[in-house]
Structure formats: structure tokens, C-alpha cells
């Protein structure tokens, strides 16, 4: 009995001996072992307060009526475009109407339909529908072909050559509109103002050079009720005792006194400098300004700028004119040949 006893004893010694020396340093190296990072981070709570994006990272639309803001060009029904209307396998509703002020056309059996602002394929749904609610057709395919599209038009007027309504058929820009109405006159000044049918109360001013090239920001798109009025240039007139009397455009800023008096050739000899007048017209009438012009060019004062429309007027001096008379006279003595007289 001792015996069983003490091999009993025996085995359970030698198994915690093998335990202890083969199973217990694995489990501790894997306690020390870090534990493994999760691919995916654990979700964390939002934070309460987020960023509000600032304006650079959100643009700001840009104002409709801007010159570079793409418009409408879909083509729309409008007063006074003619259109042909068919049924398909039906010939007998097949007819032509020209849109009324009211926007509407009369049709066989649907009567008045209206159409204005409406697309061709809108238009085709409306009339189809009608022909299918009154019980008229069974499954109507109705086809709408546009004569003409006298609404699809936009107005050029000012100083161009031809004014007049121009087509806006497809993407149709500034440029083209001058160029159908002739191109800009000899008067054009450096200014055209758009007006758009969407917007008629928020006209667009853009900037022309006289060479249309010189300006290519200005050739924006251009809708249908569009309307185009070219500038008149400002003028300066320079009249009296110069060598070219005549107006002078002001394209670009200003005009003085001396500028407009090199433009016009200069003056004469029997310009009286010191009487020069600048006639300005007001609110309040016409109003006159004595300018030194002689002191002007002798650089004593400062040149004087000139207004839209004024009028130079640089006077001839009575005195110089006699002794320029005097001088031409003796020259012509002394050109005279001598006969004799018996």
C-alpha cells in the first residue's frame, strides 16, 4: 500500500516538474507578447463642435448676369415663330400656325394650345396629351417642325452698320452679332452694354476695343432676346484758326487742350493763342472757358483736359492776319515781271 502510494506521489512530482520546466516559459512569452493592432482603428466619437468650411473651400456662384456665366441656349417656342404640326398616320390634323402675342397656336380639334417658353419636345408632349384626353387619337405621335424662329432673335443697335434683329440659332456670340450687323462705324465708342431677356432691369457693360481681337473677354454667348446697343464714342471738336478743323474721338480716357490741338493739325500762323475758349455744354447751358494757350505750350501751366462734346475754339488775330495779307502782297511785287510801256 506504501508502495502504490509513494509511486502515486511519484507521478504527480514528476508531472508538475515537467510543467514547470516545458509548459511555463511558453505561457510567459506569450504574456509578454504585445497584442495585435487591429487593421482597422476603433471608431471614435465625433467631435461636438465640427469645422465650418471656409470660402476658398466653397466657391461662390457667380452673379447670373455676369458677362461669363453660361445662358440658356435651348431653343424655345415663342410669339411669332411659325410651326408645322403632323400626326403621325392621321394627315388630316396636319396644319401651320404662327405662335400669337399670347404664346398660344390653334390646332384642329384640340383648339388652343399654349406654347411659349416651351421646347419642341415639350410642346409635342402637350398636344399629345390633348389629342389623347379628348378621345381624339389613340396614342397620338405628334411631330412639331419650327418654319421659323422669329423669337430666337437678338437686337443689335447703336453704331454698328446694319441694326437690326439677328438670329440666335446654337451658340452664337458677341462678336457674331456685330459681324452680321456690318461691323462697328467710325463713331463706335470703346463701351457695349448687354441687356438680357431674363434680366432686363440688370443691364452688363463691357469694355471694346476698336480691333475686336484686342478684346477677346468681351465675345461672351449671347440668347435669344438678347439686346445689344454699341456705344457712340465721345467726341471733342476743335474748330477756328487751326490747320484741320474738325472732331476728334475720345477712345480711351481723356483729351487735353494740347492733344487735341497736335490731333488737328496745329495752329496757323495768325492764330491768336492768348483768345482760345473752351465751350462746355451743360444742365445749365452752354458755359465758356478762356484757356492761355500760350502759356500752355510754353509749359507756364498746366494743360487743360477736355469733356465730351466740348468745342475748342481757337480765334485768328486781326493784326497777324493784316501783316500776313501785307507780307503776301510784297511778295507778289517783287514777283512781278517788268513791261515796258512806250
Known amino acids: 500500500m506504501r508502495s502504490l502510494r509513494w509511486s502515486l506521489s511519484s507521478v504527480h512530482g514528476i508531472a508538475v516538474f515537467v510543467f514547470?520546466?516545458?509548459?511555463?516559459?511558453?505561457?510567459?512569452?506569450?504574456?509578454?507578447?504585445p497584442a495585435p493592432i487591429s487593421e482597422k482603428p476603433a471608431s471614435t466619437a465625433e467631435p461636438a463642435i465640427r469645422p465650418v468650411p471656409t470660402a476658398q473651400t466653397q466657391p461662390a456662384a457667380g452673379p447670373a448676369d455676369s458677362p461669363g456665366a453660361e445662358p440658356d441656349t435651348t431653343l424655345r417656342l415663342g410669339a411669332g415663330d411659325l410651326i408645322e404640326v403632323s400626326v403621325y398616320n392621321v394627315p388630316e390634323l396636319t396644319s401651320k400656325a404662327r405662335v400669337s402675342n399670347n404664346g398660344d397656336v390653334y390646332l384642329p380639334l384640340v383648339g388652343y394650345?399654349?406654347?411659349?417658353?416651351?421646347?419642341?419636345?415639350?410642346?409635342?408632349?402637350?398636344?399629345?396629351?390633348?389629342?389623347s384626353d379628348g378621345g381624339f387619337v389613340k396614342g397620338p405621335h405628334v411631330t412639331i417642325f419650327v418654319d421659323q424662329y422669329a423669337s430666337q432673335g437678338a437686337s443689335v443697335l447703336g453704331e454698328v452698320a446694319k441694326p437690326g434683329v439677328y438670329p440666335v440659332l446654337g451658340q452664337v456670340r458677341l462678336f457674331d452679332l456685330i459681324s452680321a450687323a456690318g461691323g462697328l462705324t467710325d463713331k463706335a465708342g470703346n463701351s457695349v452694354t448687354i441687356?438680357?431677356?431674363?434680366?432686363?432691369?440688370?443691364?452688363?457693360?463691357?469694355?471694346?476695343?476698336?480691333?475686336?481681337?484686342?478684346?477677346?473677354?468681351?465675345?461672351?454667348?449671347?440668347?435669344?432676346?438678347?439686346?445689344?446697343?454699341?456705344?457712340?464714342?465721345?467726341?471733342?471738336?476743335?474748330?477756328?484758326?487751326?490747320?484741320r478743323p474738325s472732331g476728334l474721338l475720345i477712345d480711351r480716357g481723356t483729351l487735353t487742350v494740347l492733344q487735341?490741338?497736335?490731333?488737328?493739325?496745329g495752329t496757323t500762323r495768325t492764330s491768336k493763342l492768348n483768345g482760345t475758349r473752351i465751350l462746355h455744354k451743360g444742365p445749365d447751358g452752354i458755359t465758356e472757358k478762356h484757356v492761355e494757350l500760350k502759356k500752355i505750350l510754353e509749359a507756364k501751366i498746366p494743360d487743360v483736359p477736355l469733356s465730351p462734346d466740348d468745342i475748342l475754339f481757337v480765334p485768328s488775330s486781326s493784326i497777324k492776319a493784316a501783316l500776313q495779307d501785307n507780307v503776301s502782297i510784297a511778295l507778289q511785287a517783287t514777283s512781278l515781271g517788268l513791261v515796258a510801256v512806250h
Open 20 to 33: 514547470f520546466t516545458l509548459a511555463w516559459p511558453l505561457v510567459v512569452a506569450a504574456q509578454e507578447q
Open 113 to 131: 394650345v399654349h406654347v411659349e417658353g416651351l421646347t419642341t419636345d415639350e410642346a409635342q408632349g402637350v398636344i399629345e396629351k390633348k389629342l
Open 195 to 243: 441687356t438680357r431677356r431674363s434680366q432686363p432691369d440688370r443691364p452688363v457693360s463691357l469694355s471694346l476695343a476698336r480691333n475686336l481681337s484686342d478684346s477677346p473677354l468681351a465675345n461672351i454667348e449671347m440668347s435669344p432676346g438678347d439686346t445689344v446697343v454699341v456705344r457712340k464714342a465721345d467726341v471733342v471738336y476743335v474748330v477756328g484758326d487751326v490747320a
Open 260 to 265: 487735341a490741338i497736335a490731333l488737328a493739325g
